[in-house]
Nanobody
């Protein structure tokens, strides 16, 4: 499975961005997946942001983004989105999408549970 993230850019604090993650390749059992968003700021560890169980659309968020970010998916096109509102300078990071091939029953917040990773897209929020 290949994941391609896009949609990053420069935005002012309080603004919005929408990230996309398109899956391609061997996606026959994609209904068993959970997909996640992680981010990594310079000098910091990669951290969990949000996840969605592909088959049900159920979602889970890190406390730091709850109420501001929304993860969703287009089931047919195998594309995941991250709508980011009320952005803060501390949201500045490279954002990665990831796939957990056995995630249909869990919300994995640990990056080790995800086998597939996109290349990342940079989000910069200016104050």
């Amino acid at each position: 499975v290949q994941l391609q993230a896009s949609g990053g850019g420069l935005v002012q604090a309080g603004g919005s961005l929408r990230l996309s993650c398109a899956a391609s390749g061997r996606t026959v059992a994609f209904s068993r997946y959970a997909m996640g968003w992680f981010r990594q700021a310079p000098g910091k560890e990669r951290e969990f942001v949000a996840a969605i169980i592909w088959s049900t659309g159920n979602t889970h968020y890190a406390d730091s983004v709850k109420g501001r970010f929304t993860v969703s998916r287009d089931y047919g096109s195998k594309t995941m989105y991250l709508e980011m509102n009320s952005l803060k300078p501390e949201d500045t990071a490279k954002y990665y999408c990831a796939g957990d091939s056995e995630g249909y029953y869990r919300f994995a917040t640990m990056r080790e549970k995800y086998e597939y990773w996109g290349q990342g897209t940079l989000v910069t929020v200016s104050s």
